[in-house]
């Protein structure tokens, strides 16, 4: 009798203000410092601009509810996304995040639906839902979303 092979995604458990954002660790290019962003917010999520490796990306906040810029803190890090869709464009997107992301071999058993998930607030946009992974919530991100907040951003 043949038994079926498991599999698992190798995944990244990225520690925010409230919600950790689970992500497939090949959507996580970099990590890196926290910086002032430059230039004014176009949209409540853009925080402004960085620039890693001679790129302009604009910094996106995938939750309302978080300090100020300036009382981000030094746990603050910038996720550096690759982008999901190959859009020449955006090939990159920066994201706000709250530490150093964690790996997280993650199976077909390990996540099932957020308990009471109908009660929970509607996702902010870029995140298109919740579910559980163990006794966690996570925030699942909508990576194409992502790709259309960091465009409209950029003018």
């Given amino acids: 009798m043949a038994t079926e092979a498991k599999t698992t995604i190798?995944?990244?458990l990225v520690p925010m203000w409230t919600t950790p954002l689970l992500l497939p660790d090949t959507a996580m290019a970099e990590v890196v410092g926290f910086t002032v962003p430059e230039s004014e917010r176009n949209a409540p999520w853009h925080l402004g601009d960085i620039f890693w490796r001679g790129l302009r990306l604009p910094l996106i906040t995938l939750e309302a509810a978080?300090?100020?810029v300036e009382e981000i803190g030094k746990r603050a890090r910038i996720g550096i996304l690759n982008s999901a869709t190959g859009n020449e464009d955006i090939p990159f997107m920066a994201i706000l995040i709250n530490g150093?992301?964690?790996l997280q071999n993650v199976g077909?058993?390990?996540l099932s639906p957020a308990e009471n998930a109908s009660e929970m607030?509607?996702?902010p946009r870029g995140i298109a839902g919740y579910a559980r992974l163990s006794e966690t919530v996570v925030a699942l991100p909508d990576m194409k979303?992502?790709?259309a907040m960091s465009l409209e951003a950029m003018g």
């Fill in 121 to 123: 607030e509607e996702p």
């Fill in 108 to 110: 077909p058993d390990d």
């Fill in 100 to 102: 150093i992301p964690r």
């Fill in 66 to 68: 978080m300090p100020t």
């Fill in 145 to 147: 979303e992502l790709e």
């Fill in 10 to 12: 190798h995944s990244l």
